[in-house]
Structures are given as structure tokens and as C-alpha cells.
């Protein structure tokens, strides 16, 4: 039986490669796997904004921005949003602001110079729309927070690079994180919008 077999491969492996075919294209690799990794991108800092607004004395809008911080996302499989914000780097246009705003009674800059963010799930709504949840740490407290961020787009850049943009508008608040000063008075309000767009490059 054997003998008659191994005769029959012989005769017809020919012909089936005459016509176009393999016979080890019917046989499965059974070391094949299939995986689909995110795309990375690193935070462009010149191209991305971290900026918030408050209410002042209860009757209008006061408005400042991070200018130093860094961080990546990944869009696809395995998204992930991480950022770090240098607390000393707040910026509100008045120097004298500036300082009591790094000093003990707000972001305490000297003791905790870092605020961190770091996603733990990111749900694609479809439509570039994610729901993101994560840990923002401020003054050395780690709280869970949830928001909406869009992706503005993504594309190649006329640099021989590629980029992706996202976007997120949500509300926290100060008091959470033990940042209580004013608000007994109205002075600063305890919420605080932010608003933050990135722009990352393909890593």
C-alpha cells in the first residue's frame, strides 16, 4: 500500500504543478499566527496643547495652559493615552498668579512637580470617538476619571512623516485632589474645564 502511494505522488504532484498547483499550499502551517498591533505616536509638544479654564470671583472666566509636557497614545489594538505635565510650568500671562498658582495652595509645584495621566481602557465608539478611562494623579492623589475624546484625523506630514490627532474637552474637579483653596469664597471655582489636544508622530 505504501508502494502503491508513495507511486501515486509521484504521478500526480507533476501534473498538479502543471497546472498551477502546490501541494503544499493545501497543507496548513500550523506555526502560523495572526496578530495586530496599534499604531504608536509619541506627543508633539509644538503641535499639542494642554489649557483650562475656571470661573473667577463667580462672574467670569479666567483661562491658563501647561507649556511643558510629554507623553504617547496608541490607536487600534491596545489603546493607550499616557501624558505627564510639569506642574511648574502653568502659564496664566501674570507672573504674580503664576507663583501662588505653583505655590502650596494650588498645584504645590516644589512638592509634586509632576501630573500624570495613564489610561486603564479606551472603548472606540466608531466615528474616531473613544471613551477613555484612566488615573490622573494631581498632588500626589491618583483619581479615576472618564471622558470623550474624538480623533481629529491622522495622514503623512510633509516631512516624510506620519501623524494622528486627538481631542478632549471634560470637567474635574479641584477639590478631588485636595486643592481647596478659594472655593469656600468663590474666589476660584472648584471646576475646572480642560481642554487638550495632541498631536503625535508615528513612532
Do not use: C
Not at 478659594?182 to 503625535?200: A, K, N, Q
Request: glycine share 12%.
Amino acid at each position: 500500500m505504501r508502494t502503491q502511494t508513495l507511486l501515486a505522488v509521484l504521478v500526480i504532484a507533476p501534473l498538479l504543478t502543471g497546472l498551477g498547483f502546490s501541494l503544499d499550499a493545501a497543507q496548513p502551517d500550523a506555526t502560523a499566527t495572526t496578530t495586530t498591533a496599534g499604531t504608536k505616536y509619541k506627543i508633539d509638544p509644538g503641535h499639542s496643547h494642554v489649557l483650562f479654564r475656571t470661573t473667577h470671583l463667580g462672574l467670569s472666566y479666567a483661562h491658563g495652559r501647561f507649556k511643558t509636557f510629554s507623553g504617547k497614545f496608541t490607536l487600534g489594538d491596545g489603546a493607550s493615552i499616557q501624558m505627564e505635565i510639569v506642574a511648574g510650568s502653568v502659564d496664566t500671562q501674570n507672573e504674580k498668579r503664576e507663583g501662588h498658582l505653583t505655590g502650596p495652595d494650588f498645584f504645590n509645584a516644589g512638592e509634586y512637580p509632576k501630573i500624570t495621566f495613564v489610561s486603564s481602557a479606551i472603548e472606540d465608539k466608531g466615528d474616531g470617538k473613544y471613551t477613555v478611562t484612566g488615573t490622573l494623579e494631581l498632588l500626589g492623589k491618583p483619581r479615576e476619571i472618564s471622558f470623550e475624546a474624538i480623533q481629529i484625523g491622522e495622514g503623512d506630514d510633509p516631512w516624510g512623516g506620519y501623524r494622528a490627532g486627538l481631542h478632549a474637552s471634560f470637567t474635574i474637579k479641584r477639590s478631588d485632589f485636595g486643592m481647596n483653596w478659594g472655593i469656600d469664597t468663590d474666589s476660584v471655582g472648584d471646576e475646572v474645564l480642560l481642554e487638550i489636544s495632541v498631536e503625535g508622530t508615528r513612532e
